[in-house]
């Protein structure tokens, strides 16, 4: 039997600049990776803490979310490719066709997307 270690990330729900959510989210990814993880987990509306620094959430819309998907997607792929761990991501909203989508995504070791 293969044994593969996984890490739940331990991550605070508060108000955050952007500078800080991205150390915050690389260093539980660090974290987790030095445990010796080959997955690790981020919860549910993982950049929310990003909402208070949002200009558009300040207007009382939902599509605030819209202002943190690039770093959150480019933050999560950095650090699968740099410590070559398979991330889940944590959730976000995103605007799709079908509406608004609470989307986890998958970032694999090469930094592709699922």
Do not use: K
């Amino acid at each position: 039997m293969t044994c593969m270690r996984v890490s739940a990330a331990a991550f605070p729900l508060m108000a955050c600049t952007p500078a800080a959510w991205v150390s915050r989210f690389r260093a539980q990814a660090r974290v987790a990776a030095d445990a010796g993880a080959r997955i690790v987990v981020f919860p549910e509306y993982v950049t929310a803490g990003l909402l208070a620094a949002s200009e558009t959430s300040r207007t009382g819309t939902h599509h605030a979310w819209a202002d943190w998907t690039e770093l959150w997607l480019t933050t999560a792929r950095a650090c699968a490719r740099e410590l070559n761990l398979l991330v889940v991501a944590g959730t976000h909203l995103v605007e799709s066709a079908a509406g608004t989508q609470n989307r986890c995504t998958l970032v694999w070791p090469d930094g592709s997307l699922d």
